[in-house]
């Protein structure tokens, strides 16, 4: 009896994958998410390296994962609104008068267009506001709305082997109307106007509302070109075309096309960051939320799962002294996709071979 029902729980939960693997086309309100510990909000620092007494700090401040002001469940990323934690660490930052300088390290496909934008506009308040220099370090990935983002930075240092570029806008739209209506499956939306539903997947494609939509994506795309020219002046305008196609590039590339500065990993941008602040040394620290594995380097993410290994509050408490609620299965409805139809939501600055 225990067997059969285990088999169906997997059968539910690969039926429920699948489900959600259609449905990151489109800007359908439905997720899954399997949600195992509870996130705690207050910050604490840890040195995760130190030059040898040093009296300042560089902080490193993680940008992993999709990019969206949205609450992301952890099964697709760290979980919690990414934008949200990103300004929460800039403002500890900004308020530790010992913190000189700031290097985020970009580990992300993008994300949405709204998202990647204030994220942008959040790092450069932060340079303005406070005058501590910002370095980009890239990590495996900062594509498309991760190299938006890395655009605010003083200076952009990639490994070798970073994958960036993708620079550029998507709407991912899929449509079921011919394969449902083989099986005598009609839909028919009751709408106010001719494009209240703008790609609507149960219905037929119509080329006049995909313009309005081709309208939106060349909108925000001269945004993203226009950010690209005015945050890299020493760009080969030869090849502004070609960089701007879509194409992902490795870091090396990057370099030789003046995308980013300098070719190096976490370490290279904590030295180009004191460069910048004038400072000879410093501590390397990273925030991460109370109650979680503290990082043991620089490399280590600043969200790893809670402590505490008891299970304790009611369902949906969250974590709590003493240990860390578990909960094994949660249906969320207001995750990856936070709004039913287009919308900027869901327009993306996105690399899609890479959605984590």
């Known amino acids: 009896m225990s067997k059969k029902r285990s088999t169906s729980a997997d059968g539910h939960l690969f039926g429920a994958l699948a489900l959600v693997s259609v449905l990151m086309g489109s800007c359908t309100p439905v997720t899954v998410s399997f949600e195992l510990f509870g996130r705690e909000k207050n910050l604490t620092e840890t040195v995760v390296s130190d030059d040898g007494?040093?009296?300042?700090?560089?902080?490193?401040?993680?940008?992993?994962?999709?990019i969206v002001d949205a609450n992301l469940p952890p099964?697709?990323?760290?979980?919690?609104?990414?934008?949200?934690?990103?300004?929460?660490r800039l403002e500890m930052a900004s308020r530790d008068a010992t913190v000189k300088a700031v290097v985020l390290r970009i580990n992300s496909p993008?994300?949405?267009?709204?998202?990647?934008?204030?994220?942008?506009?959040?790092?450069i308040r932060f340079r303005e506001r406070t005058g501590k220099p910002v370095v980009i370090s890239m990590a495996e990935v900062a594509a498309s709305g991760g190299y938006y983002v890395a655009l605010?930075?003083?200076?952009?240092?990639?490994?070798?082997?970073?994958?960036?570029?993708?620079?550029g806008v998507i709407i991912p739209t899929i449509n079921f109307s011919a394969g449902l209506a083989k099986i005598g499956i009609v839909a028919r939306s009751v709408k106010s106007g001719p494009n209240k539903d703008l790609a609507n997947p149960l219905e037929p494609m119509r080329d006049s509302q995909y313009a309005i939509l081709q309208n939106l994506v060349d909108q925000f795309y001269d945004e993203f070109k226009a950010k690209v020219k005015e945050r890299r002046p020493n760009l080969d305008a030869a090849k502004f075309g070609e960089m701007t196609d879509g194409r992902i590039v490795s870091g090396r590339d990057a370099l030789a096309l003046g995308l980013v500065d300098s070719l190096g990993g976490v370490r290279e941008a904590f030295d180009e960051a004191k460069s910048l602040a004038n400072i000879p040394s410093a501590k390397m620290v990273k925030y991460q939320p109370e109650g979680s594995v503290r990082p043991r380097t620089p490399y280590a993410?600043?969200?790893?799962?809670?402590?505490?290994?008891?299970?304790?509050?009611?369902?949906?408490?969250?974590?709590s002294a003493g240990?860390?609620?578990?909960?094994?299965l949660q249906v969320n409805a207001s995750g990856l996709f936070p709004n039913s139809g287009p919308s900027a939501s869901c327009v993306y600055y996105l690399w899609l071979m890479d959605v984590p």
């Open 53 to 66: 007494r040093a009296m300042y700090k560089v902080a490193v401040i993680d940008i992993q994962g999709t």
């Open 301 to 319: 993410s600043a969200d790893e799962l809670p402590l505490g290994a008891g299970v304790t509050g009611a369902p949906g408490s969250g974590a």
């Open 110 to 123: 993008g994300g949405s267009v709204t998202g990647s934008d204030e994220v942008y506009r959040e790092i």
């Open 323 to 328: 240990g860390t609620e578990i909960n094994m």
């Open 152 to 167: 605010a930075g003083d200076k952009i240092v990639a490994h070798p082997t970073t994958i960036t570029g993708s620079i």
């Open 75 to 88: 099964f697709f990323s760290r979980g919690g609104n990414p934008v949200d934690d990103i300004v929460a």
